[in-house]
């Protein structure tokens, strides 16, 4: 069989890469021709219907979540969303299952002579945001351990993101997002002296790997709340050939002294943990950061004013029905006033769209916007709130 990915990928058979194709494929296939026809059903169909009853247009996705629910389309088109995904963390599991004793001996001999560290803390509680639910219906979620040196919540996240991501954030390395926050740091802190990284919510290190090339020579550390996570992420970083410093721990409070890090970045985390936690977060950012130092937070991109009514809902179908609690609320979050409320001047904090790039490209004028000016949605693009510490 044709090895696929970095040595420590979960390969998959013939037939279970057939039945990961086939529910991505569905998947695909429903993106493509059911969403505009769902689109269709609420624009034409709802939205008159209410105006009709009740002479207003609905103006947000809550205004229309019942009589839409009332269709039966729009109820297919929901289990069909439903199903998919956890087809594909079935056909996943099971392969996982199979190879699990021989990708355990690959993940030890990565940890015979590493260039990094791996520290782990049982103590560390989870957070009840990352306990109470399997976040994107994830069996396990990211901290379930049901062996001694458990890492399949990491081999099950790593192939899962690829294989749901394809080939849009860089194939099988997934370290598109971590190449866009590069590129954010060339283009706008150009001048940053990167010598010390942190990466809060690490996860399997996709971002991780991305950011510590891009800053070669830099001592990077990592960390998340999730033992599976981060056995796996280290295993995988040593097989890619990149010296990280892994950790369990919170990123709400690190162990890391005051004015420790000239860059600290996040990538998807912070719509995974509640408003309270994100305030908590950025704080801990401005105590970790040395004067100069910068923090990147790349977040998944819907900003509710800026979209549409059914892509508004399609943002609410992540927290209603897909485990995403937050996902709804950070919509609506203004990170710059979050980040001035954690102590950074107002002058100082950055907030916009940035295209996804799949290696470090130095482009500000065509990769930053505050907005859409058209009032186009900005799909395709990452979220980023960055900002400078005085
Ligand atoms: C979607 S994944 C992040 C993916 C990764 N940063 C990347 O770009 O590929 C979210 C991760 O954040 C971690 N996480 C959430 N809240 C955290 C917290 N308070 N402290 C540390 N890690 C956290 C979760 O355990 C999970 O692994």
Redesign the pocket.
Known sequence: MQHFGHAVMPQATHDEQAMEDHFIGMRMWAVRNLDPLDKRLLNEVVVPEIEARTGDRPRNSAAVRTPLEAHPFHRFWLSLNFQYQDRIWQSIGGSIDRQYDTLRDVVAAHDVTPSGTLTLDPDLNP?RY?DAFDHHRMPGS??VETADDDFRAGAMYDRFATTYLRNHNGGWR?DG?GHTIVSHVRDFYPDLAVERILD????VG??TVAIAAGFAGADVQA????AP?LRYAHARAEAMGETIHFSQ????ATDFPDASFDLIT????LH??SAS?MRT?FAECHRLLRPGGVMVHLEVPPRREHLELWEQMRCDFESHYNNEPFMAAISRTDFAEVAVRAGFDPADVRVGYRKGVTEPRVDREDFFTAGDPEGRTMLGSWYICSAIKR
């Open positions: 957070p990352i990211y901290h997934n997002r809060l919510g690490c996860s996709h971002s960390i998340d709340i999730g996570m721990q919170n990123a709400e996040s990538s998807v985390m995974e943990t936690a977060i």
